[in-house]
């Protein structure tokens, strides 16, 4: 409270005895000054040099506005051309992403073709056999390994295999309208007469739902069987064709328990592998 | 001494920026002049004097008051001194009655200012020797206008002188 009283007193004083600095002992010769510039400005016209110097210093100033409108041209510009370099760099961009998409589908082409090309060479041991092609558009692993194909004709029947670029791959499980489910060999649904290329032993080959193995069945302990051997098709029975590779044993096992032998069989092809499946009767 | 001398700013600064303000309004002045290319000019750089006159009558010295007015007759195109004359003239009897003037209403400090805008611009009439009934007109209008500034001067002027000196 008294530091404000204080203040405001403070405040009063210094505006009631305020003096002003225009003295008449300094505002009579300030006058007297300036009637002597006016008296020289008048004889030796000062103001047009002193004008004249001003344009000369000021001269940068005037160009300002023409400097300024140069500027927001090069601004403009170079925004503008900025611009267009950022949509071409858009454009090449989603030109590289079309030729990239392009090179993909042709390298989709070209293996595409290779496949068939293996297919067609396969068919020509078929002779006389009609072929059908079908485009696999699904793939399931579980529960059961099954691939979907897409088919465009009737002339398909359930007692027809199924091949792709590596050979004999599975069966027709399941004929549909336009397409058909197909098991591959080592489902265990699945028995194939095969042959064993070394001693030309007849044998049959058992899915074990595992991939790419299969096991012999019955193969009683005097055989002649080794890891390494080919199996083959057999043909007998007429549900599979003759002479076609299955696989090679990868596991012979004794058991003390068992008149018979554990062989196991390894398989040489992808079922999941490729994009067509050719159908034929066996 | 106390707090409150404490928070004033140095002198040397609020001498500058007496001389700042004059410029700034001289400049404007000047600005006003080429842009409506009037006869006569709407005299802000005198309402500022007036004003640090009134209001500081202690730190308006005459060097500024010279200055302003020296630069105003480089660029409005008078004799050098001119507005020196008419400044130093304003500067003498504003600080010779700035108890009175200070005491008065905001609308009885515009008519002061309206009457020494008046002859201010009579004393320019009398120079430039331009008597005509256009030049009266503009007398009038910028007389008017000068009165109606004249609070927004103030204000601005007196804001700033605040917050310099105090800080708030």
């Known amino acids: 409270?008294?530091?404000?009283?204080?203040?405001?007193?403070?405040?009063?004083?210094?505006?009631?005895?305020?003096?002003?600095?225009?003295?008449?002992?300094?505002?009579?010769?300030?006058?007297?000054?300036?009637?002597?510039?006016?008296?020289?400005?008048?004889?030796?016209?000062?103001?047009?040099?002193?004008?004249?110097?001003?344009?000369?210093?000021?001269?940068?100033?005037?160009?300002?506005?023409?400097?300024?409108?140069?500027?927001?041209?090069?601004?403009?510009?170079?925004?503008?051309?900025?611009?267009?370099?950022?949509?071409?760099?858009?454009?090449?961009?989603?030109?590289?992403?079309?030729?990239?998409?392009?090179?993909?589908?042709?390298?989709?082409?070209?293996?595409?073709?290779?496949?068939?090309?293996?297919?067609?060479?396969?068919?020509?041991?078929?002779?006389?056999?009609?072929?059908?092609?079908?485009?696999?558009?699904?793939?399931?692993?579980?529960?059961?390994?099954?691939?979907?194909?897409?088919?465009?004709?009737?002339?398909?029947?359930?007692?027809?295999?199924?091949?792709?670029?590596?050979?004999?791959?599975?069966?027709?499980?399941?004929?549909?309208?336009?397409?058909?489910?197909?098991?591959?060999?080592?489902?265990?649904?699945?028995?194939?007469?095969?042959?064993?290329?070394?001693?030309?032993?007849?044998?049959?080959?058992?899915?074990?739902?595992?991939?790419?193995?299969?096991?012999?069945?019955?193969?009683?302990?005097?055989?002649?069987?080794?890891?390494?051997?080919?199996?083959?098709?057999?043909?007998?029975?007429?549900?599979?064709?003759?002479?076609?590779?299955?696989?090679?044993?990868?596991?012979?096992?004794?058991?003390?328990?068992?008149?018979?032998?554990?062989v196991e069989v390894k398989n040489t092809f992808d079922f999941s592998f490729g994009s067509i499946v050719l159908f034929t009767k066996p | 001494m106390n707090n409150f001398e404490d928070k004033k700013s140095s002198i040397f600064n609020f001498y500058f920026f007496v001389g700042f303000s004059l410029i700034v309004s001289s400049f404007f002045e000047v600005l006003l002049n080429d842009y409506f290319l009037s006869r006569l000019t709407l005299p802000l750089t005198l309402m500022t004097l007036v004003y640090w006159n009134i209001a500081t009558p202690r730190n308006i010295g005459f060097f500024w008051t010279m200055l302003s007015g020296f630069i105003l007759d480089i660029f409005l195109g008078y004799f050098l001194g001119v507005h020196v004359f008419i400044f130093l003239l304003a500067s003498y009897f504003s600080q010779r009655y700035f108890h009175r003037f200070r005491a008065l209403f905001r609308l009885q400090q515009s008519l002061i200012v309206a009457i020494i805008v008046l002859i201010y611009q009579i004393y320019f009439i009398l120079i430039s020797k331009i008597f005509s009934l256009s030049i009266y007109f503009e007398l009038l209008i910028l007389t008017i206008i000068s009165s109606l500034f004249w609070p927004i001067i103030y204000g601005i002027l007196r804001y700033l002188r605040i917050k310099l000196t105090y800080g708030k």
């Open chain 1, 1 to 262: 409270m008294f530091g404000g009283e204080h203040k405001q007193t403070d405040i009063a004083q210094s505006a009631i005895f305020t003096t002003g600095s225009m003295r008449a002992s300094r505002f009579f010769p300030a006058i007297l000054f300036t009637f002597l510039v006016m008296y020289g400005d008048y004889t030796f016209d000062l103001s047009s040099k002193i004008r004249i110097g001003f344009s000369y210093i000021f001269s940068p100033l005037a160009q300002i506005e023409y400097l300024a409108k140069d500027g927001l041209k090069s601004f403009n510009s170079y925004f503008s051309s900025h611009k267009k370099l950022s949509e071409e760099i858009v454009t090449l961009k989603n030109q590289i992403r079309n030729l990239e998409n392009q090179n993909l589908s042709l390298q989709n082409t070209k293996s595409s073709l290779n496949e068939l090309e293996e297919l067609l060479g396969l068919s020509k041991s078929f002779q006389d056999r009609e072929i059908f092609l079908g485009k696999i558009t699904d793939l399931k692993k579980f529960p059961k390994e099954f691939i979907s194909v897409e088919i465009r004709t009737n002339n398909i029947t359930k007692d027809m295999i199924a091949f792709n670029s590596f050979g004999l791959i599975g069966v027709i499980d399941e004929l549909l309208t336009n397409s058909v489910k197909i098991i591959p060999l080592h489902d265990k649904a699945i028995k194939v007469p095969a042959r064993n290329s070394r001693t030309l032993e007849n044998i049959i080959i058992v899915g074990t739902g595992e991939q790419r193995t299969f096991k012999i069945e019955e193969f009683k302990k005097n055989g002649d069987i080794k890891e390494g051997d080919e199996i083959i098709s057999s043909g007998l029975g007429d549900r599979f064709p003759e002479g076609f590779l299955l696989g090679r044993v990868s596991k012979v096992k004794e058991s003390d328990q068992s008149n018979f032998l554990l």
